[in-house]
């Protein structure tokens, strides 16, 4: 398996097929480890496959079942954040504590930290289904600071529908109606990919902007020396 299969949306969808895409965006959202795997042209490819002109096309023997997809994507999508959830209400500070990897950056945590400030947590639930990384970070994080199971499986259940619904249905209705659409999915991926962190990236440079225009605080950890005379 080549890496560059891992953000593949096509390759995924023909080799792993229906579960596989449920079994992903279901990781996606809810295992910390499936942040990187690529939800939202995932989505939109397994609509395209659900058309019967692109699917023979992309390498499908037979197109997705339409109304199978819109009921177990938003299901999975719904199941995953919710575990996210519990997770991060168990295990609270000590899900996050542990060091920078290549997988895991405390960056990403205060990331989603910083939408569920920004926007409250009713509207970061939804909001954070569209941006990758935030999507998988938020729902432990949620947890994790305390907002109500009951409060965040009610916009976790609004927030799965939009994001699973509005991408699989773009991605049927495209395929459907636009001719030799299957030449545009690689590209069309790429675009939805930087779409999607777009978000990321305009907090990133907003955030550096304020941490150089801030007054530099004195360190005052645990291996400071105290030079304040008694």
């Known amino acids: 398996m080549d ?3 891992l953000l593949d949306a096509q390759w995924w969808i023909v080799t792993f097929g229906l579960i596989g895409i449920l079994a992903i965006i279901f990781a996606e959202t809810g295992l910390l480890v499936g942040f990187f795997l690529p939800g939202d042209s995932l989505l939109v490819v397994a609509g395209m496959g659900a058309s019967a002109a692109v699917a023979s096309s992309v390498g499908l023997d037979a197109p997705f079942p339409l109304p199978v997809l819109l009921i177990a994507a938003p299901l999975c999508a719904i199941a995953g954040a919710q575990l996210g959830h519990y997770f991060g209400a168990k295990t609270g500070p000590r899900l996050f504590s542990r060091p920078d990897s290549r997988l895991f950056k405390r960056e990403y ?16 639930v939804v909001l954070a289904r569209f941006i990758p990384i935030v999507r ?3 729902n432990p994080v949620a947890g994790m600071l305390g907002m109500p199971t009951s409060r965040f499986f009610l916009w976790n259940v609004v927030g799965g529908l939009l994001w699973t619904e509005s991408l699989l249905l773009f991605g049927y209705f495209a395929g459907s109606t636009i001719p ?3 030449r545009y999915i690689l590209p069309g991926a790429a675009v939805i990919v930087l779409l999607s ?25 645990r291996h400071h020396r105290d030079t304040t005379p008694l």
């Open 3 to 5: 890496l560059a299969n």
């Open 136 to 138: 998988t970070f938020l």
């Open 109 to 124: 945590v205060e990331k989603a930290e910083h939408y569920f400030a920004k926007f409250g947590p009713s509207k970061a």
């Open 180 to 182: 030799n659409v299957d």
């Open 197 to 221: 962190v777009i978000p990321i990236i305009r907090e990133i440079l907003k955030g550096r902007k304020e941490a150089k225009a801030a007054p530099v605080a004195e360190p005052r950890g």
